[in-house]
């Protein structure tokens, strides 16, 4: 069965920090692009981004600068570091992982930031 399970929401004033985790099971882990993707209320869903199976990193432009990705496939965990926090970067976070056959999502954790 395949699980992924993301961590590490809240609610943080704006210029804070946090830092989510999605933690895999039940997946080559290794052989997965592994993608974060946000959600707020209202909008579509759109990718934050993204580590593929190769070590390429991709960010979305309104990010660039502020949240880093990264992947620890040894302990099949993705993170998302995300500082200088805005409000519109509430949203409810999912992360994704994605092998070019099936894609697989977590449930989601949210993330508020006050003004």
């Not at 759109?46 to 620890?72: H, M, N, P, Q």
């Not at 976070?93 to 508020?112: D, K, M, P, S």
């Amino acid at each position: 069965q395949v699980q992924l399970v993301e961590s590490g929401g809240g609610l943080v004033q704006a210029g804070g920090s946090l830092r989510l985790s999605c933690a895999a099971s039940g997946i080559a882990f290794s052989d997965n692009a592994i993608g974060w993707y946000r959600q707020a209320p209202g909008k579509q869903r759109e990718l934050v981004a993204i580590s593929s199976r190769y070590g390429t990193i991709r960010y979305a432009d309104s990010v660039k600068g502020r949240f880093t990705i990264s992947r620890d496939n040894a302990k099949n965990t993705v993170y998302l570091q995300m500082n200088s926090l805005k409000p519109e970067d509430t949203a409810v976070y999912y992360c994704c992982a994605n092998n070019l056959i099936r894609e697989y999502w977590g449930q989601g954790t949210q993330v508020t930031v006050s003004s």
